[in-house]
DNA sequence: TGTCTATGTGAATCCTCGC
DNA sequence: CGCGAGGATTCACATAGAC
């Protein structure tokens, strides 16, 4: 088996560090193409290794004979070798095997992404949940420009799902930029429908002839937004069906590092090629927008030790039916409660919970101000 | 158990004939509603007597404790007895014996639509594989207004799955109705992604307290595309999850026959009295349930997936005062400011609110232009 | 009657850290 | 490991009430 380098991906200071090597130094294996079958190949790689896969097995399309448009010319379908199996048990037994060498290499915190159709999609959702991953999204790729259903027997099939999963149902700090894929959805939450155009035009490899090099090459912007939602720059992504190298093609540009697999030597070498002639994205610019989760946390009692508000302080709810005093400790009492700011929050309203951040006003000058606002005054005030 | 008949719902001039009748005379169980498990229910039913299959089988949620809203209100989450299963294999026994139950009494030419979500779709489809139902498609139901992710942890959840089947692969001369579909869809191809709101206001049915009846109610209009592109008028429609009716309401608006499964008393009872109220309109104005004709929004993330703008790249306000970088998450940098193109345009001008699309300009040639002419190149490049 | 505002709600597997 | 506390988090509609 081997390994062919082609160029690095990541603008990290450092490689990550990975169990049981205690180094710095680059593994072998990163940015690089690993030739095989998938479940051997993983072998070559420790434990936990990866911080997130995306993967695009064989869809098993179990299609019967040639298909023709209304014109007679013939539809260029995916009969490839790799994409027969004997039976759903064959197929089964296949994908268990590739998920199992997946769970082995994904880091705890890391998370699975697979695609496909209604051919194999099912098959391969069931067989993840039976093995203990834990879903957390499917998303629909729908798809601007399908394939019409020549034949008028069926809807014209224009999407195609993917599933999001941790490798299991503790799973607890995933990475998921919210915050970041608010921003690029225009300040709202991102869906699990995204509507993108298929791989065509210029970004469609074509080989000498002018025929596609890969029947079912993936957008890039479908990676795009898989990598953004998913991945942290210096992150290692792994792809155990590299194809054509859609995957590392994004991973690159976007200062993540790239682990692939496949068997076909053409696809490999069109991946090669085309990976190296990326340049990657670098610094700021791959900075993405941060919650207020990502900050430092601020306790309440750093207000008074900046002197922002002084013990014996008066503190009311927005509307002023409310009010509490601030006492030394950076607790506050109202009436018989005292506690922290949101506990007394809570008491007050005789509600659940309570962020007293929010909830908590003071008076500057004749306005009512959220407390909030002086803990930015502090943070903003802190060396970045 | 008994049976509740419910009102004919059928502009046949005779009723379908049965095997083993060898009678016109219509059924006992024709336009009613069946008391009791769905599978021993089934068994009231001849082989072969029925035309299409909506099933709407319990999801098997697995929801873990209550969740609040920002504003601290509960989510009134859908808890019932009725859709907790106590591991995988029950589930996947329980979706055996229905499906089974339903290939029994499903015409050889008849077809099968299962709706579900990530939590149990994948399951369902793998099994319906198993029992040698052949999928003709899975459709994707986008939700318009779907419930938000309130904890910013996953994406929305905006869309639940459908999947078409034949009884068998071999299955022939099922119905598809393949041309008043384009008509309904403006002389287009139906695709397999339906836009379409919840089911809210007037149609959701309410009890005396105004709490809703039933916690899964689906809308009439999907229904609607459901049995419109799949079913002939006269034809026998089973739902063997009935719950409150929707499918034999829109079956009796539509002139189709219908027979439900229930086990709960209130939601026949509700279901019951829906019916009795529909006239089934004949040549019905199909206006009404045509989804609203979906201008596409394009987020400013969509520009960088396409490759017109690159990260790094600059943008100016119309007098190049204001300058910002465009990063590769799709949230624009300017000094300290970071955010959404509208967020950031907002915050450099000390305005409140902004609108980035024609604030922001980019430089092409020698000229600037408002980023909003990439998004409209982007448009115009998408069919419709 | 009309317009604006406040409130309610939907199939939801919805937190993280420190002790 | 469990437990408790800090405190972060929402979109599209429909309906009712205010003015």
């Not at 959702?125 to 998303?139: C, I, P, R, S």
């Not at 409660?337 to 909830?359: D, M, P, R």
Request: some cysteine; proline content about 5%; glycine content about 8%.
């Amino acid at each position: 088996m081997s390994v062919l380098r082609t160029g690095a991906s990541a603008t990290a200071s450092r490689y990550p560090s990975l169990p049981g090597t205690g180094s710095d130094l680059k593994p072998d294996w990163l940015d690089t193409i690993l030739v095989g079958d998938c479940v051997a190949a993983l072998e070559r790689l420790p434990k936990h290794s990866v911080d997130v896969v995306f993967a695009d097995p064989p869809y098993n399309l179990q299609l019967g004979g040639d298909l023709h448009r209304p014109d007679q010319s013939r539809v260029d379908a995916c009969d490839d070798a790799w994409d027969q199996f004997a039976s759903f048990e064959a197929y089964d037994a296949f994908t268990r095997a590739w998920l199992l060498a997946i769970k082995r290499v994904l880091k705890p915190t890391g998370t699975l992404w697979v695609i496909g159709s209604y051919h194999n999609i099912f098959r391969v959702g069931a067989k993840m949940q039976d093995l203990g991953f834990w879903l957390l999204n499917d998303v629909v790729w729908l798809k601007s420009n399908p394939m019409p259903n020549f034949r008028g027997k069926r809807f014209t099939n224009a999407h195609e799902t993917m599933i999001w999963a941790t490798p299991s149902k503790d799973t607890k700090g995933y990475t998921f930029n919210y915050e970041a894929l608010k921003a690029f959805n225009d300040d709202l939450q991102m869906r699990s429908d995204w509507h993108l155009p298929l791989c065509t035009g210029g970004e469609r490899l074509k080989d000498d002839n002018g025929d596609k090099v890969h029947p079912t090459q993936k957008p890039e912007a479908l990676l795009y937004r898989v990598l953004l939602s998913s991945t942290n720059p210096g992150d290692v992504v792994l792809d155990p069906f590299f194809g054509t190298g859609t995957t590392g093609a994004v991973a690159k540009k976007l200062g993540r590092h790239f682990v692939g697999v496949e068997r076909e030597r053409s696809y490999i070498e069109a991946a090669t090629k085309r990976i190296a002639a990326i340049e990657p994205a670098e610094g700021m610019v791959l900075e993405t927008v941060k919650g207020k989760r990502a900050q430092k946390r601020i306790p309440f009692g750093s207000l008074l030790e900046a002197g922002l508000l002084k013990p014996g302080a008066e503190l009311t709810c927005s509307r002023g039916k409310h009010r509490a005093i601030v006492r030394a400790d950076g607790s506050l009492a109202s009436g018989d409660f005292t506690g922290s700011i949101h506990k007394v929050g809570a008491l007050v309203q005789g509600a659940e919970a309570c962020n007293g951040w929010t909830y908590w006003h003071f008076t500057r000058g004749s306005l009512l101000e959220p407390i909030d606002t002086l803990r930015e005054e502090i943070r903003s005030s802190m060396p970045r």
